[in-house]
């Protein structure tokens, strides 16, 4: 059993249990951790909650955290929202075979798959615009005689021309609120076209910076939308997933994800290639 190769696949909402599996895996050079996140969660603690007094609120009680058998915690540490390394602690530690590994960091990755799935999509799924599209194509397509083939269905254009419309629509109505998701941090931080709204900071009339805010997310939102056709392929695999949602069962509709899914077809890969599955354990040579 020792001999069979182990991938591992995670993402960054992996967490607790699941997490001291992979650490363990990891630790002892069994498995590769597959994923196209960097880490996981970084869920590692038991807490418990203990109500105070006169309506006082409640206390929350760290009573254990988990440990990996290199004797790492799994869970990361926070401070007012962000993530902050722990003080005092040793900070990194190794795998049977000398591999590097961090504390208090949730569980990294061995390898990381590029993700295929655009911006837009993201958005698209955060925003509900997949969930409303399917429930409202879902009533108007009633199931034919018979149900539907797991194998062939596939979204057809006509269809996915409807669903473009109705995001554009939903969005120009303010149902979507696209806009709403570049906050003016992210903006200040990633947006090139921002020199505009710095060279308006420092003019006369600075009441006009957040109408020129507006304005920057309102062309980000309309530059995005190009993505429904430069990434077609990947939002339509994501809305004939939400559609066959309320078609089939689970299982049926992992077993049609897993032929699509990049992480799925990369752990194949590694599992297949003797070589490189070594050595991402770090034992070639």
Known sequence: ???IPVVLLVNEKTASASEF???AFQDLDRGVILGN???TMGKGIGQREIGLPNGGGALKLTYHQFYTPSGRCVQKQYRNGAEKSSQGRKEVFSTQSGRTVRNRNGIEVDYRVKSQISQ?????SSSGAYYEFAQEYC???PLPPGGIS???FVLEDSVYNDFKSFVMREQKRGNLKLDEIF????????IETIETISAASTSRDSSSVPSRMVTLRSRLVQDLLTDLDSSKDAIQNELEQNILARRLSDGELIRRSLKSDEVVKEAVKIIENAGRYQELLGRSG
């Open 1 to 3: 059993p020792d001999k």
């Open 21 to 23: 599996l992979a650490g």
């Open 37 to 39: 996140d960097i880490s």
């Open 120 to 124: 837009l999509g993201s958005m698209l």
């Open 139 to 141: 009533s108007r397509h």
């Open 150 to 152: 797991n194998e062939n």
């Open 183 to 190: 906050d003016d941090q992210h903006l200040l931080q990633n």
